[in-house]
């Protein structure tokens, strides 16, 4: 299995506070993703990152920014959290090449 | 707009049969991945078909990308209960693109 991380797990939050998560890889692989997964959506991209410092916005990207400031490391931070963004967030990472992604175990956030 | 078309959504068959599952798009993609997702897990790869008319097979799973590369099935040989859970596929004519899935139910 990769080695990929995410924290938190769980995060309940309250409309209009800052939320951050991380995202931890231990395969030193180039690319690394954030999505979003939501009932009748599919997973959709939000953010993803081809290098340290990097990174450029994917299909739903309005209220969310991102950073790498390391090779291991892909943060996603919701500046003002809104209801709407209550959703499960999945990383993935990717070397290389065509091949496919490989997903962290995801993060379950809620927004009241 | 859905970029990658999945059909069937849902699907519920017994053991031992045999399935298809298929990823349709209007664009053109370099290559595309199959997932597979259990509750509460995230996706996990089975499989990447990069060359026009590309065959691969996975034990019981054989994947077909389309001629065009526009389009890519997933069939299942004998179908077990632990195959069950979403398939998704995914592609990237820019940026990475999935499908909404099939969720596929085999019952013993």
């Known amino acids: 299995d990769a080695g990929i991380t995410q924290s938190p797990r769980h995060k309940v939050t309250e409309t209009g506070t800052p939320v951050t998560l991380r995202c931890h890889q231990t395969e030193n692989h180039r690319y690394m993703y954030w999505y979003r997964q939501d009932p009748g959506h599919g997973l959709r991209l939000i953010h993803y990152s081809y290098g340290v410092k990097d990174t450029d916005k994917g299909e739903v990207s309005d209220g969310y920014s991102v950073s790498r400031s390391k090779t291991e490391d892909f943060l996603l931070t919701l500046e003002s959290a809104t209801s709407s963004q209550t959703s499960v967030y999945f990383c993935a990472i990717r070397g290389g090449g065509i091949g496919g992604q490989f997903f962290g175990p995801g993060t379950r956030l809620t927004v009241l | 707009t859905q970029l990658l078309e999945q059909s069937p959504q849902f699907l519920s068959i017994q053991e031992g049969e045999n399935l298809t599952v298929y990823c349709n798009s209007s664009s053109v993609f370099s290559s595309l991945q199959w997932y597979r997702q259990e509750p509460g897990e995230g996706p996990v790869l089975l499989v990447t078909?990069?060359?026009?008319?590309e065959v691969k097979k996975l034990k019981r799973l054989t994947f077909q990308f389309g001629d065009a590369r526009k389009d890519s099935s997933l069939h299942i040989t004998a179908a077990q209960p632990g195959d069950t859970g979403l398939y998704l596929c995914a592609g990237d004519p820019d940026q990475f693109y999935f499908g909404t899935g099939t969720s596929l139910t085999v019952i013993p």
């Open positions: 078909v990069v060359t026009c008319g």
